[in-house]
């Protein structure tokens, strides 16, 4: 099974991928385990790209809305975002035909470079111009080198590529391997299946002896790796070999396969790398974000076991207690009589002649030990052994293994009540676990559309409406995502969400500005103010600029609109947000009701109140699993709900669709 990524994959990915990474502005950074992810944001792309540097396996780009947990790991991680966030990657190179890559960044004024090592024991660092490691994913003493903070960067000893060496190099570096595919993978540097595939296009054995191969096939051999690197470069064709459905390797052109092997094909040489290691990425997430819980978990279930082995304990006793309750209740004439004996002998004639009393009663009872200075003497009747004191009568004797009884059951049934209760909890803890997995692999399957990171709608009559989630996606709508002919709109208050209405150079209806002027009223700051209604203005986009007048000052964030403001009043704020299936997915979507009712499988009305939005996002999320809705609420992301929620609010409608039950809520 393929572990890494060859040099060979490493020159094709560049090759695709480098006009996505150069120019790219590193946006953030997580750490996973080993792994640093960097968040992407490139100016002539809609949303983000996530880098995925793995040291010692891979690097590829996925689409996929990973969301690292952010609590985890947080000192490494704040490391890492102090080096490279806010950097811009200038450009990116591989050191000859090895797997170590070069991100070459520009931070501010410094010019630093990130290093990125996909051989065995590789390490991820970041240089200073000096050339010297500031920050490492983890430290290594190696006979041939020191990676640590403070030392000069030393890249891994390299050889002599094959496409340099003479053909005398050539057969000397095949007899470093036992046969012609090893000496051509251990002494060529050639990855395994560019190694086989040139064997078989020059029809040489692969078994055969490096010893015997001679100048002629060498030469072979060394054209046909040229030419295959040269086409597979120029033209991949990327795969992923799978065996009985699981998956073995990824290439970037097809490779001779086992019988039965199934190949998957794929546009992209990146996609296939990130298809490949989704599960790998997936384990990782799912283990950073599981960590406290899977604690929890393993201290419960110790308790557990604790719990357990005490109440065996105290059920074997009390089934001992209970069998000499018995036979005191059963025999206890016969003991009466015998323990009255015993007394008068001892304090007649001494602990000597208690036996003597065995005499006086049955043969079926025995006394089979005496400890004088206890005044206590063992009874052996019916296979029970019997504790009795001289200076006490039977009746106290049973009263005390009446209360041994009742606290034995006491204290089993409160353990038996604790290990429930902590059963419970674990339970609890593991389905958790188990939509947290779930979620994890729903997210990196999902690819989000490029403007579910604003606020946004879709009209009934097809228009795209996005709004900004803050002031700097306000102002990105405006200088990024505006053309001259889209509709800006903005409450009549200070404070609000620049809202675009993307017309692509069609006429809007008045149907179309009102409902979007929801979302114009709604993300402003007369919803925390609890307004009932606003009036919204809307302009051209080519009326809005970032130029103050002469004289003036514009504050940061701030724009100004010349020419005439249309109006819409008195616009309520009431919002509707609920959850539709949108492929194979669910997503949250926001709007008026007229247009959330016709897409959303559940959805809510919210009004301005007192309840704040993480309690109202949580309760939406409870009364999805009310209605029958329990896959989506374990899919959907509470947060995702939350932060579409314009602040303190009352839930005055619920209702769920497809048949179920409507639910009105008057009181959120």
């Given at each position: 099974?393929?572990?890494?990524?060859?040099?060979?994959?490493?020159?094709?990915?560049?090759?695709?991928?480098?006009?996505?990474?150069?120019?790219?502005?590193?946006?953030?950074?997580?750490?996973?385990?080993?792994?640093?992810?960097?968040?992407?944001?490139?100016?002539?792309?809609?949303?983000?790209?996530?880098?995925?540097?793995?040291?010692?396996?891979?690097?590829?780009?996925?689409?996929?809305?990973?969301?690292?947990?952010?609590?985890?790991?947080?000192?490494?991680?704040?490391?890492?975002?102090?080096?490279?966030?806010?950097?811009?990657?200038?450009?990116?190179?591989?050191?000859?035909?090895?797997?170590?890559?070069?991100?070459?960044?520009?931070?501010?004024?410094?010019?630093?470079?990130?290093?990125?090592?996909?051989?065995?024991?590789?390490?991820?660092?970041?240089?200073?111009?000096?050339?010297?490691?500031?920050?490492?994913?983890?430290?290594?003493?190696?006979?041939?080198?020191?990676?640590?903070?403070?030392?000069?960067?030393?890249?891994?000893?390299?050889?002599?590529?094959?496409?340099?060496?003479?053909?005398?190099?050539?057969?000397?570096?095949?007899?470093?391997?036992?046969?012609?595919?090893?000496g051509l993978i251990k002494g060529w540097g050639l990855p395994p299946e560019v190694a086989e595939a040139v064997?078989?296009?020059?029809?040489?054995?692969?078994?055969?002896?490096?010893?015997?191969?001679?100048?002629?096939?060498?030469?072979?051999?060394?054209?046909?790796?040229?030419?295959?690197?040269?086409?597979?470069?120029?033209?991949?064709?990327?795969?992923?070999?799978?065996?009985?459905?699981?998956?073995?390797?990824?290439?970037?052109?097809?490779?001779?396969?086992?019988?039965?092997?199934?190949?998957?094909?794929?546009?992209?040489?990146?996609?296939?790398?990130?298809?490949?290691?989704?599960?790998?990425?997936?384990?990782?997430?799912?283990?950073?974000?599981?960590?406290?819980?899977?604690?929890?978990?393993?201290?419960?279930?110790?308790?557990?076991?604790?719990?357990?082995?005490?109440?065996?304990?105290?059920?074997?006793?009390?089934?001992?207690?209970?069998?000499?309750?018995?036979?005191?209740?059963?025999?206890?004439?016969?003991?009466?009589?015998?323990?009255?004996?015993?007394?008068?002998?001892?304090?007649?004639?001494?602990?000597?002649?208690?036996?003597?009393?065995?005499?006086?009663?049955?043969?079926?009872?025995?006394?089979?030990?005496?400890?004088?200075?206890?005044?206590?003497?063992?009874?052996?009747?019916?296979?029970?052994?019997?504790?009795?004191?001289?200076?006490?009568?039977?009746?106290?004797?049973?009263?005390?293994?009446?209360?041994?009884?009742?606290?034995?059951?006491?204290?089993?049934?409160?353990?038996?009540?604790?290990?429930?209760?902590?059963?419970?909890?674990?339970?609890?803890?593991?389905?958790?676990?188990?939509?947290?997995?779930?979620?994890?692999?729903?997210?990196?399957?999902?690819?989000?559309?490029?403007?579910?990171?604003?606020?946004?709608?879709?009209?009934?009559?097809?228009?795209?409406?996005?709004?900004?989630?803050?002031?700097?996606?306000?102002?990105?709508?405006?200088?990024?995502?505006?053309?001259?002919?889209?509709?800006?709109?903005?409450?009549?208050?200070?404070?609000?969400?620049?809202?675009?209405?993307?017309?692509?150079?069609?006429?809007?209806?008045?149907?179309?500005?009102?409902?979007?002027?929801?979302?114009?009223?709604?993300?402003?700051?007369?919803?925390?103010?609890?307004?009932?209604?606003?009036?919204?203005?809307?302009?051209?986009?080519?009326?809005?600029?970032?130029?103050?007048?002469?004289?003036?000052?514009?504050?940061?964030?701030?724009?100004?609109?010349?020419?005439?403001?249309?109006?819409?009043?008195?616009?309520?704020?009431?919002?509707?947000?609920?959850?539709?299936?949108?492929?194979?997915?669910?997503?949250?979507?926001?709007?008026?009701?007229?247009?959330?009712?016709?897409?959303?499988?559940?959805?809510?009305?919210?009004?301005?109140?007192?309840?704040?939005?993480?309690?109202?996002?949580?309760?939406?999320?409870?009364?999805?699993?009310?209605?029958?809705?329990?896959?989506?609420?374990?899919?959907?992301?509470?947060?995702?709900?939350?932060?579409?929620?314009?602040?303190?609010?009352?839930?005055?409608?619920?209702?769920?669709?497809?048949?179920?039950?409507?639910?009105?809520?008057?009181?959120?």
């Amino acid at each position: 099974m393929k572990n890494s990524m060859s040099w060979l994959d490493i020159k094709v990915w560049l090759e695709e991928q480098r006009h996505l990474l150069e120019g790219a502005f590193i946006d953030n950074v997580f750490v996973l385990n080993n792994s640093i992810v960097l968040r992407l944001r490139r100016r002539d792309l809609h949303g983000h790209l996530w880098l995925i540097i793995e040291p010692g396996r891979r690097i590829s780009i996925t689409y996929a809305q990973i969301k690292p947990p952010d609590s985890h790991s947080s000192g490494k991680q704040q490391m890492w975002r102090r080096m490279v966030r806010d950097c811009v990657i200038q450009s990116v190179e591989q050191l000859d035909l090895e797997r170590v890559v070069f991100f070459n960044l520009k931070c501010g004024n410094e010019i630093r470079r990130l290093v990125a090592e996909l051989l065995p024991r590789g390490i991820a660092c970041v240089l200073n111009e000096e050339g010297k490691i500031v920050l490492i994913t983890e430290s290594r003493s190696m006979k041939d080198r020191v990676l640590k903070p403070g030392v000069m960067y030393s890249p891994p000893p390299t050889r002599k590529p094959f496409i340099e060496m003479s053909v005398n190099e050539l057969v000397q570096m095949l007899s470093t391997g036992k046969d012609l595919i090893r000496g051509l993978i251990k002494g060529w540097g050639l990855p395994p299946e560019v190694a086989e595939a040139v064997v078989r296009m020059c029809n040489v054995e692969k078994s055969v002896s490096p010893m015997n191969v001679d100048s002629n096939v060498v030469e072979c051999l060394k054209s046909k790796a040229l030419e295959l690197v040269e086409n597979v470069v120029k033209k991949p064709d990327p795969c992923i070999v799978y065996v009985e459905g699981s998956p073995q390797g990824f290439y970037p052109f097809t490779p001779l396969t086992h019988s039965g092997a199934e190949i998957r094909k794929f546009e992209k040489f990146n996609d296939a790398v990130d298809e490949y290691f989704r599960a790998l990425l997936e384990h990782e997430l799912v283990q950073q974000a599981l960590r406290e819980v899977e604690a929890e978990i393993s201290k419960l279930q110790k308790s557990v076991e604790d719990i357990e082995r005490r109440v065996s304990l105290a059920q074997r006793e009390l089934e001992e207690v209970r069998r000499r309750l018995e036979v005191l209740e059963t025999r206890y004439a016969l003991l009466d009589e015998l323990h009255r004996c015993v007394v008068y002998t001892v304090r007649g004639r001494g602990w000597d002649s208690v036996t003597s009393c065995i005499n006086s009663v049955e043969v079926d009872i025995k006394v089979s030990g005496v400890e004088p200075s206890k005044g206590q003497y063992v009874v052996l009747i019916d296979g029970v052994e019997l504790v009795l004191d001289v200076r006490r009568d039977l009746v106290e004797v049973y009263n005390d293994l009446r209360k041994r009884v009742s606290e034995l059951e006491s204290t089993v049934k409160r353990a038996l009540e604790e290990k429930e209760r902590l059963v419970n909890k674990i339970n609890e803890l593991r389905l958790r676990s188990e939509v947290t997995r779930k979620r994890i692999r729903y997210t990196l399957q999902s690819k989000p559309e490029w403007y579910e990171r604003f606020h946004w709608t879709y009209t009934t009559t097809g228009f795209l409406v996005i709004a900004g989630r803050d002031a700097s996606q306000n102002i990105s709508l405006l200088k990024r995502y505006a053309e001259p002919s889209d509709i800006v709109m903005h409450a009549d208050i200070q404070g609000a969400s620049t809202v675009i209405i993307k017309t692509g150079g069609r006429e809007v209806d008045e149907e179309t500005l009102r409902e979007a002027a929801v979302l114009a009223a709604c993300y402003s700051k007369a919803w925390k103010a609890g307004y009932g209604a606003i009036d919204v203005f809307w302009v051209k986009r080519e009326q809005v600029s970032f130029s103050a007048p002469s004289g003036e000052y514009l504050p940061k964030g701030s724009f100004m609109v010349y020419g005439k403001k249309n109006y819409i009043r008195g616009v309520r704020l009431e919002l509707a947000i609920g959850v539709e299936k949108y492929g194979d997915r669910y997503r949250v979507i926001v709007g008026p009701e007229t247009t959330v009712a016709r897409k959303a499988l559940a959805y809510m009305v919210l009004i301005p109140g007192d309840i704040d939005p993480s309690s109202i996002a949580k309760s939406f999320i409870e009364k999805l699993r009310e209605s029958g809705l329990r896959e989506v609420a374990e899919l959907i992301d509470v947060n995702e709900v939350s932060v579409r929620i314009p602040g303190r609010s009352k839930i005055v409608k619920y209702l769920a669709k497809e048949g179920l039950a409507g639910k009105e809520d008057a009181n959120g």
